[in-house]
Every structure is written in structure tokens, then in C-alpha cells.
């Protein structure tokens, strides 16, 4: 009994040191630096320092607590987050396999046999030829990761998980811009609606007074059907923003989570289209395309294969491991919990490929060829990044540009109106001049309105470029492997 119980702790003392690694063949992963680099930095006109905070909730700066619901509420809510949400738990559960090869696996086995012998077999006992045989008992294996096969195979685990977790980042991201998008659209279409209508009454007017003017004998038919398609032609813009109404009230109900029509009665009170103020963008932080969620996943995803070279790397060295096993085997129910019917079992396993045909070479070079492309495509994604950011920041400039000299046009035209009319009364002009101004007025407010929409659906597209919609976490390498548990 003795010797048994020195020989288990022996065997538990040899597991013990399994865990340990002593090599980590493969490269070392290093971040790449291009996303810091002065190239990337002066392609943005980068600022040493600004808000993150401010980018982390950007729709705030809108100052609409309603539109702050929304996306409150989709972040919350929306089915596409909560897919993204259970990835992250699939690769947490992955990367609990991958911490387990650091622990032994232990096995129970029992069972029992009721034997008979052939009386023909050439083996034919002399005896009993019927017998029991009971076996139950405890085997277990630990590899040792001496070459760091194991580890490397956790560090890509661990890097898949943070690609994963970056990934529902991104998520957010576009969430937040699709709510706030979605947002502005309704709200510019509610004023193009209102626009509409007023230049309605507008035309009504005046096809009433040309009208009046026909009845008394000042004027002929033409005038009259003139204002007529005029009129018309306004009204029926009106059921297609009503359309565009109902199909933005309806694409914010499922990025919220609601059943489409639910959110009608909310958003039905007439309101401004969203402004935030252009001080905002007096800077652009020059960390933010290195933690774009998109650049991360790409970054994370190079890191993984990285780690995945070392992997196929540690199958050149041979792989040891310790086996054991102790139970009890006997012939007889009544003896089988005796100390005689015990039998054990143990060493080490020293396991190594010397040919395989060149398998391990070429499984190295080509997890190196899928290193260097995901290299290549965090290098893409990073400038893919920077033409975001520098396209939507142009585009919002011009945009504001645009808009201003739309708004002095409709005012010119307001006046032309009201000049034209006037004219028109006291018969001083046709009716063409009446009829051109009116067309021109309902034309540039369509226009004005619109590309006050614009530039707020700019800004939301230079706030999705910039990662806006999560808090960025600053780290210089990822994250050590935490240790494995034993559940």
C-alpha cells in the first residue's frame, strides 16, 4: 500500500511540472506601427489630443434627447448586436478548449464481462470455461508543452476573442450611424413635407387669384391651366415623402428592436432636422484609426495568425507527455476491493514526426503566407480608414458650403415671388415670370432642406469613419492568456 500510494504521488508530482512551458518556438507578435505612422498621421492632420468621450457617444452632440433614446434603445435592443454578443461568448467557450490542453485529462472506466471459451479453440482451458471479469479504474494523460505548441495555440485563441469582441464593436458602430441616419432622414423628409404643403398654399393662391382674374375678363385660359400643373405638379411630390416618412419611421422601428409601425405616434410631432455645431471637428485624434474596431479586428486577426505559425512550428519537436492509470481488476465480485486486485500503470510518452513528406514544412509556410495577408490587410484596412475619414470631412465642408449658398438663393427667390406677384396684380407682367419664380422657390427650399440633411448625415458618416460609437481602450500588446480552470 505503501509503494502505491509513493508511486501516485510521484506520478501527480510529474503532471505537476507538465504544465510548464520551457519553449516558445515561432515568432513573438509585435503590433505593426503603420497606423502610427507619420504618413497616416499627416494624411488626417491628426491632433495629439481631443475628447474620446465625445466620440464615444458623438449623438449626443446632437442635442435631441429623442434621437439619444433611439440609440440608446438599439444598443440595447437590436438583434444584430445581440448575434455579435453570442460570438463573443462562442469564442470565449473556444478559448476555454484551448486553456485546457494545459491541464491533465482523466478518464473512468468500469465494467463487467460474464467470459465463456469456445470448447473447440485450440487455446481450450482446462477448468471452468465460464468466468467474470471486473475492471473499473482511473487513466489520465498530461501533455507537456515543452515547445509552446500549446501556448501559441492560446494566444491565437485569445486573439481570435478580441478580433471577435472588436467585431461587435464595429457592430456598434454602425448601429449608432444607421440609427442616427435614419433619424435625420425621417426628420428632413417631415420638412420637405412641410415645405411641400406650404408651397401648396402657396400655388392655390395663385391659381385662385389667376382664376378670379380670368372671371372678370383679364385674362385667358392658358394662365389658369399653367397654375394648374404648377399646383399639381407639387402636390404630387407629397406621396412620395410621405412614402420616404413611413419607410424611415419603419427601418428605425427594427434598429430598435420594434415591430415596424410602433414607432409612427413617437415620431409623428413635427421637429428640426438635427444640427450639431462644427467646433466638434476642430481636431482628429491621432490614435483613432489604430482603434477603429474595424482596424482592430484586422490587427487582432494578424496577431491570431501570428501566434498560428508557432503552432505549426512546434510540430519539427517531439511532444512528451505522462500517462497513468491505477483501478482495480478482478475475477471475483468479492475480491474485487481487495488490495490485490490492485493494478496501476505510468511513464512518460515521447511522440515524434520524423517524415511526413514535407506536410510540416509547407503547413509552415503557408501559416507564414496567411500571417503576411493578414498583415497586409490591417495595412489595407488602415488606409482604407484614412480615405473614410478624409472623404466624409471633405464632404461635410462642402456640403456646408453648398447649403449656404442655397439658402441665399431661396431667399432671392422668396423675393422673386413676392415681386413677381406684384408685377403680376397690377399687370405690369405675365404670368410666366409668376409661374418661374414659384417653380424656382419650390425647387431651392426642396434643395435647402435637403442639404441641410445632408450635412448632418455627413457628420454622422465622419463620426462612423472615426470608430465613433464605443470607447476606445488604449493597449500596446494584447492582453496576457489568462490562466486555465479546471471546469
Known sequence: MKKTILLSAGLIGLFALSGCTLFRVGPDYTESTFARSEAVTNALHAAEVTNTLAIATWWDTF??????????????????LRIAEAKIRQARAQLGIAAARFLPGLNFAGEYQRQGVSQNSMNFPMGNLDQNYYNAGFDATWELDIFGGNWRQLEASMASLQAIAAMREAVKVTLAAEVVTGYISYRTAQQRLLVAQNNVAIQSNTYALVASRAQSGLENQLPIQQSIYNLEKTRA??????SALESSANALAILTGEMPGTLHEQLAAPKGIPEAPAWLLEGIPAEVIRFRPDVRVAERQAAAAMAEIGMARADYYPKFALNGAIGLQSLKAPNFFEYDSMAYGFGPKVSWAIFRGGSIRNNVRAKTAAQEQALLAYEQAVLAAAKDIRDALVAYNKEMEREASLKKAVDAAKKAVTISEDLYKNGLTDFNNVLDAQRSLSALEEGEIASKGNISAQLVRLYKALGGGWQPVPAEAAPAPAAPDNK
Not at 237 to 242: H, L, S, W
Open 63 to 80: 442635442n435631441d434627447p429623442q434621437l439619444t433614446a433611439l440609440v440608446k434603445q438599439a444598443l440595447s435592443t437590436n438583434r444584430e
Open 237 to 242: 411630390d407629397i406621396p412620395a415623402i410621405e
